[in-house]
């Protein structure tokens, strides 16, 4: 099947893969960021919507599950928060730059960092889209006398357009099947490569690609799922073929999800 063909079945497959949707759980904290998990880490969460308790990443006997409506207190979020009203014109262009659908972008950075541009994981991880300094690196990034890497992660359309052309590398490394590039952008591309091409067996991985899929099922219209990009994006690789990037460790979901399962 070619890249293209795959990037095309590539709505179709989040409809009908097996449940990958799940419940949203989340919270606005007094800085007025959002927080959201797949499971209610503690009495703070509220459940946003429900989706299926159910998560099984095999793809190989597809059915069909009902897609999430668009839940009223998801929307509401978007609505009325200044942090993603000020960013979501970098969004729209990294987007369109990167033919990554924007919803899905909504999702993964509303999953990382509530829109918290200033956000710092325990492992540091920087801003919107919580990506290392090592990362950005490799994306071209350097420090300089009037700004570290990590400063410069903090400005929202450079975080942005490095964590888009990541996310884009990691869709095209694993064509057709979402929920590994999501998976990878968690956990690292190796680490989805060891398990075999599949998730790993780690629990804050599990619920991140939980979390991420299901907010991105919230936010995109069932009708627009099938509707998928005309050109297929090309993975950046290094010398030995691999995607250039890594996010291991990163630290940034919350505690109740950080147990890994080695």
Same mark, same amino acid.
């Given at each position: 099947?070619? +890249?293209?063909?795959?990037? !095309?079945?590539?709505?179709?497959?989040?409809?009908?893969?097996?449940? @990958?949707?799940?419940?949203?759980?989340?919270?606005?904290? $007094? &800085?007025? %960021?959002?927080?959201?998990?797949?499971?209610?880490?503690?009495?703070?969460?509220?459940?946003?919507? #429900? /989706?299926?308790?159910?998560?099984?990443? @095999?793809?190989? !006997? $597809?059915?069909?599950? *009902?897609?999430? *409506?668009?839940?009223? =207190?998801?929307?509401?979020?978007?609505?009325?928060?200044?942090?993603? #009203?000020?960013? =979501?014109?970098?969004?729209?262009?990294? @987007?369109?730059?990167?033919?990554?659908?924007?919803?899905?972008?909504?999702?993964?950075?509303?999953?990382?960092? /509530?829109?918290?541009?200033?956000? %710092?994981?325990? #492992? /540091?991880? %920087?801003?919107?889209? &919580?990506?290392?300094?090592? +990362?950005?690196?490799?994306? /071209?990034?350097?420090?300089?006398?009037?700004? +570290?890497i990590e400063q410069k992660l903090t400005d929202p359309k450079t975080n942005i357009r490095i964590g888009t052309r990541y996310l884009r590398d990691l869709i095209a490394m694993f064509p057709g099947q979402l929920q590994l590039a999501v998976a990878s952008y968690n956990a690292g591309e190796g680490a989805v490569q060891r398990a075999g091409n599949q998730i790993p067996n780690y629990k804050e991985t599990q619920a991140y690609v939980k979390t991420v899929l299901s907010l991105y099922g919230g936010l995109r219209p069932p009708e627009a799922m099938v509707e998928q990009r005309r050109r297929a994006p090309q993975a950046r690789l290094s010398a030995n073929g691999a995607v250039l990037g890594g996010a291991v460790g990163r630290g940034n979901m919350p505690a109740g999800t950080l147990v890994a399962n080695e």
């Amino acid at each position: 099947m070619s +890249t293209l063909r795959n990037w !095309t079945m590539l709505g179709l497959l989040l409809i009908s893969q097996h449940s @990958a949707w799940a419940d949203v759980w989340g919270y606005i904290d $007094p &800085q007025g %960021v959002v927080r959201f998990a797949s499971e209610q880490v503690d009495s703070r969460y509220e459940l946003y919507y #429900k /989706g299926d308790d159910s998560f099984d990443t @095999a793809l190989d !006997t $597809p059915r069909a599950v *009902t897609v999430p *409506t668009v839940p009223a =207190k998801l929307l509401a979020f978007f609505d009325i928060s200044p942090s993603y #009203k000020l960013v =979501k014109h970098h969004l729209r262009e990294a @987007a369109s730059l990167n033919r990554i659908d924007y919803a899905l972008l909504q999702a993964l950075i509303v999953a990382e960092s /509530g829109f918290n541009s200033a956000a %710092v994981s325990p #492992k /540091g991880a %920087v801003g919107l889209m &919580q990506i290392m300094p090592a +990362t950005a690196e490799r994306y /071209g990034l350097v420090g300089d006398a009037n700004a +570290t890497i990590e400063q410069k992660l903090t400005d929202p359309k450079t975080n942005i357009r490095i964590g888009t052309r990541y996310l884009r590398d990691l869709i095209a490394m694993f064509p057709g099947q979402l929920q590994l590039a999501v998976a990878s952008y968690n956990a690292g591309e190796g680490a989805v490569q060891r398990a075999g091409n599949q998730i790993p067996n780690y629990k804050e991985t599990q619920a991140y690609v939980k979390t991420v899929l299901s907010l991105y099922g919230g936010l995109r219209p069932p009708e627009a799922m099938v509707e998928q990009r005309r050109r297929a994006p090309q993975a950046r690789l290094s010398a030995n073929g691999a995607v250039l990037g890594g996010a291991v460790g990163r630290g940034n979901m919350p505690a109740g999800t950080l147990v890994a399962n080695e």
